[in-house]
């Protein structure tokens, strides 16, 4: 199973947008929802969003509801997070995986993770 691989990341002051892209295996990619992650050092991984394998369903987390945008192109076999109103507390490694086990409204299980794309708000 290959990883995905994240990319986008950046420094931006708040307010600012952001738009970061998870590239995945074809096979994997068509089949599966996939799901967006972040983790800042020292605290839990936390779930950012997921979207149903053909964006049928699309769910994300209370702290990035309304700005945050997850989309796919399943052609591409790549995800989208279009990130806007960044604030300082949006700083993490974000990371991205199929949910190849499960996926819903708050969770994306199963699959194995990329090595994340840093974002960075500070002022």
């Known amino acids: 199973q290959v990883r995905p691989v994240e990319s986008g990341g950046g420094s931006v002051q708040p307010g600012g947008s952001l738009r970061l892209s998870c590239t995945a295996g074809?096979?994997?990619?068509?089949?599966?929802?996939m799901g967006w992650f972040r983790q800042v050092p020292g605290k839990q991984r936390e779930f950012v969003g997921a979207i149903g394998p053909r964006s049928e369903n699309i769910y994300y987390a209370d702290s990035v509801r309304g700005r945050f945008t997850i989309s796919r192109d399943n052609a591409k076999s790549t995800m989208y997070l279009q990130m806007s109103k960044l604030k300082l507390e949006d700083t993490a490694v974000y990371l991205c995986?199929?949910?190849?086990?499960?996926?819903?409204?708050?969770?994306?299980?199963?699959?194995?993770w990329g090595q994340g794309t840093q974002v960075t708000v500070s002022s």
């Open positions: 074809r096979n994997i990619f068509s089949i599966n929802a």
């Open positions: 995986i199929a949910c190849t086990a499960a996926y819903g409204p708050d969770h994306c299980r199963g699959g194995q």
